[in-house]
Structure formats: C-alpha cells, structure tokens
C-alpha cells in the first residue's frame, strides 16, 4: 500500500528552517558588537588606566544599547514566528533583507562609539545610528504586512482586531525611528533619547495573540 504524499518541492517552506537561520544571524550580530571595544593602547608601567577604560564609555554605551536592540528583535522575532503557520520565498527573501539590516547594526554602533563625543559630528553620528535601528524596523513592517495581508501566512483564526493592532505598533515604531532622524537633524543628542524612550517602551511585555473560536 502506498500513502499519497505531495513531492516535497510542492509544500510550502516550513518557517523552522528560517528562525534556526535567523538565530544564527542574531548570535553573529551581538558577539560583533563586544568587537568594537577596543582595549586601550597604554604605555608600560604609566598610571591612570582606570581612566582611559572610563574614557571609552561611547563604546560600552553603545554595546549595551546595541545588545538590548538586537535581544529585543530577537525576543520579537521568536514572538511573531509563533503567528506565522508558513512560509513562501517572498517571505523569506523579506526574512533575509530583515537579517541583513540587523547585522548591518554593529557598525553604526561603532561610529556612534568612535565620534559621540565630537560636538561637531554629533548630528551626523546620531542620524546615522537612528537610522541603524530604523532599517530593521522598516523591514520587519514589510515581513508583517506581506505575511499578514489576507492571512496569507497567518492562521485563518488569529483575531482581526488583534492583527491591526500589531499592524498599528509596528507602523509607529517606524514613524517614532524616523522622528528620531528627523530630531537627529537640529540635535543629535535629543534624537538619540527618543531611541533609548523607544528601546524602553518595547522592553514591556508583547500581548498575548487573540484567536477566534472555531465557529466565528
């Protein structure tokens, strides 16, 4: 007896594969971070190392705000995929895209480390890093807007209301970031806040997914 199985090549892509993948690129993009905190260059037998390592406090606020960025798209990745029942190539190429711009982070980071202190080049090193962080969160409103139109990768019962309402936040996440280049613009420092407000805000836990009963 032989049991009827569609050839492999016809299913559609399983998102598994995807968050392993995904996982990887994340793993990458935060230990390249640490990479940018350069021990300092000091002459043998001189004084005051305590505060040259105190000196490079750009770098170590730019890892840790890095860090939590990327542990925070990762914990929202792990979240979403838990909406998505399937996968398509367009999905992915828009997963890959996504990936790109987060392992695109490490180096806004460490021009932001190199020249904050710079008064003069605050302006530019604070709209380059904010729109380090908006990259991302465009792509992350492409991947959820082409999986969630008509339910395409969605479960059919995931709650209309609830799809909006991640719709919406994500929206606004990308017209906060580019309020942030925008303020970036006229002061680097002011713009730079409103990344760390933003980094607080989606610290709060997600709303759990509302699904339909059966008969709805």
């Not at 860090?67 to 367009?90: P, T």
């Not at 008509?150 to 991640?166: E, S, V």
């Amino acid at each position: 007896m032989h049991l009827h199985r569609e050839p492999k090549a016809h299913t559609e892509i399983s998102t598994q594969r995807i968050e392993a993948f995904s996982d990887g690129i994340f793993s990458i993009a935060i230990t390249l971070l640490v990479l940018e905190i350069k021990v300092p260059e000091f002459p043998e037998g001189g004084n005051g190392l305590a505060a040259k390592l105190l000196s490079l406090w750009p770098s170590y606020f730019g890892y840790v705000f890095s860090f939590v960025m990327i542990g925070i798209h990762w914990a929202n990745h792990h979240y979403i995929f838990k909406l998505y029942e399937r996968s398509d190539h367009n999905f992915l190429m828009l997963n890959i895209f996504y990936l790109m711009c987060i392992s695109f982070l490490p180096f806004p980071t460490a021009v932001l480390a190199r020249y904050i202190e710079i008064v003069a080049k605050q302006e530019t090193v604070a709209v380059f890093y904010a729109f380090g962080l908006f990259l991302p969160a465009f792509a992350w409103l492409l991947m959820w807007l082409y999986a969630s139109h008509n339910h395409r990768l969605l479960h059919p019962r995931l709650d209309a209301n609830f799809k909006r309402h991640l719709t919406r936040r994500y929206f606004l996440t990308n017209l906060f970031y580019l309020g942030a280049i925008t303020l970036s613009f006229w002061h680097g420092l002011v713009g730079l806040g409103l990344c760390v407000g933003l980094t607080l805000l989606y610290i709060l836990p997600t709303r759990p997914p509302v699904y339909n009963k059966p008969d709805e």
